[in-house]
């Protein structure tokens, strides 16, 4: 049974990021001796996407007779934990691991061989070691306060109790630390705790954020139709979950397997990324094995977003997917569309720009599929609808399946944005709708994808559809004789 030991630089205030910038004064012979032993008992190396790019770009460019560690690290045997990369990876001896993490990390473990050696690679350090995977963990503590930067455990996990197996203080001050997971349960019962959370996140809890709009509240139905327990994520939920107060964020996650990510306002709003990115962390983190992130289609604020929680699902070797869209078919009857309507005129600053409308209850159903089915780790889906329409014939369905008289009116943006100022829009949704018509709704979306195929096997619901299904609900008014 082969063993995992972490070993890592760290501040005495949690730091363990660029070490580069206040490790090497602390760096003697004494501290390299103890870093080429563990070396010599280590025959294979785990790491994230991250550490992966970083050191195979460095140490193939490295002289042994120089740094003698780099006959080491090129030679090794290296598992890459990482749902983007593809094989094969240019760096030698290189193995990529891309799903079912947990699972084949332990089954490396009952190989035959020396110990595995993880250094870095934070977020994968604690989701292994919330599974149970990580034998020891070896922590250099430098005595420095560095003051910023990325610390090896943030806030909002899970306890985990560990024993202290050794401890040693280097004439630099430098205190090394070997820890050891405290084996409080039977062994038995242990183990399948640990399958059963790695093996399958879905028997655990899902967290849905936005869990009460549109997309949000048709995820939560379906998760419990199916019979699986699901958290609302919402300043009203309990517990409840704000984006604005990262205080409410561990509560909301305690006891969670998968998250569905959906920022609100907008993933265009200032701020959005690195809150995306310190939710995903703290996500990560606390045990989330399992991300499914709503994002925008054609815009470019959104998919920095998207990099930042893949970045992290990587580094940790959680799943991520990512469900791009752009104008959803219920902003008709169940947004900001749907007094326009019932008044018979809709002004909206659009011209003649086609939009692939897409429904909302396709891309519930892909983000259900990628939270709850195997087969959707690492994917990108663009969603649209089967085909393009301009706001004027989108109108223009509705018309028809109301049997009502229901006008276009094209207006400039400057007309837009002072009748949406006049009706006391809040501030920030002003903005985002005046970002929407003035820079996204330029044709940059106007082409059809096979999203929903791809994750669903099924076409996407057509617009005309979605128009009669909705006019017989009554929400525009009475359907005139004839057109039911």
Known sequence: MRKIIASEFVSLDGVFEAPDQWHFPYFDEEMGQEIMAAMGQTDAMLMGRVNYEEWAEFWPNQDPEENPASGFMNGVRKFVVSTTLEEPLGWDNSTLIKENVAEEIAGLKRQTGGDIAISGSASLVRSLLKDGLIDELRLMVHPVVVGSGKRLFEGGGDQIALELADSRTFSTGVVYLTYRPVSGRDNDDQKEVQEMEAGNARERMTLVLGGRGKIGRRVSERLEERGLPVRVGSRSGEPPFDWENPDTWAPALHGVGSVYVSYFPDLAIPGAVEAVRSFAELAVGTGVRRLVLLSGRGEEEAQRAEQALREVGDEAGVEWTIV??????????????????????????????????????????????????????????????????????????????????????????????????????????????????????????????????????REPRDFADYARDAAATGVWGSVREGKR
């Open 324 to 457: 791009r869209c752009a104008w959803f078919n219920q902003n008709f009857d169940e947004n900001y569309l749907l007094e326009p309507i019932l008044g018979g005129e809709v002004a909206l600053p659009s011209g003649d720009v086609p939009e692939p409308f897409v429904d909302a209850d396709d891309i519930a159903d892909v983000a259900v599929a990628a939270l709850t089915e195997d087969g959707h780790a690492g994917e990108l889906y663009e969603l649209t609808g089967p085909r393009l329409l301009t706001m004027e014939e989108a109108v223009g369905e509705i018309s028809k399946a109301t049997g009502r008289k229901i006008r276009f009116v094209p207006v400039s943006l400057e007309e837009y944005e002072s009748v949406l100022a006049e009706a006391d829009v809040p501030p920030e949704f002003l903005s985002f709708l005046t970002y929407l018509f003035g820079t996204v709704l330029d044709g940059r979306n106007a082409s059809l994808t096979d999203g929903v195929r791809r994750a669903l096997g």
